[in-house]
């Protein structure tokens, strides 16, 4: 009976810490400071990447590309963040990539007015604060 015990016990144990792993989204959650750099010019802003409220994967960048407090979502993947947002007037698309200590987020990303008529290549890096 005690070894049944012994065996049982570990078992419980594992299917006890089934599903507490976080999302892949968790990796890229926090407030950064970032340094843009598009055929436009360069600009410093800081960011906020938090849990969008159906999750799934899916992430809330407040302030992305300083238009204005402009919240996007975006959706993430492993180590990729993919960016593909349009509102009635702005069109952003492109993707992140956060480095091995998860403190850095690597940015290459178009923006262009949905009629077409203005386009901007960008790339920024986001260090956490």
């Known amino acids: 009976m005690r070894k049944l015990l012994m065996l049982i016990a570990p078992a419980t144990m594992l299917l006890s810490c089934e599903g507490t ?3 892949p989204a968790h990796k890229f959650y926090g407030t950064y400071s970032v340094s843009e750099s598009c055929n436009s010019g360069s600009s410093t802003y800081s960011i906020q990447i938090s849990e969008a409220s159906n999750s799934d994967g899916q ?5 992305f590309g300083d238009f204005g407090g402009q919240d996007i979502v975006a959706t993430a993947t492993n180590d ?8 009635g007037t702005l069109l952003i698309v492109g993707s992140g ?7 850095s987020i690597q940015f290459v990303y178009q923006t262009s007015a949905v009629d077409n008529t203005e386009t901007d290549n960008c790339s ?3 260090i956490k604060k």
Do not use: G, P, W
Not at 59 to 63: A, G, M, T
Not at 97 to 103: A, G, P
């Open 80 to 87: 990729k963040i993919e960016l593909l947002f349009k509102t």
């Open 124 to 126: 920024a890096v986001a």
């Open 59 to 63: 992430v809330i960048i407040r302030n």
């Open 21 to 23: 792993e976080f999302a």
């Open 97 to 103: 990539v956060i480095n091995e200590s998860q403190n």
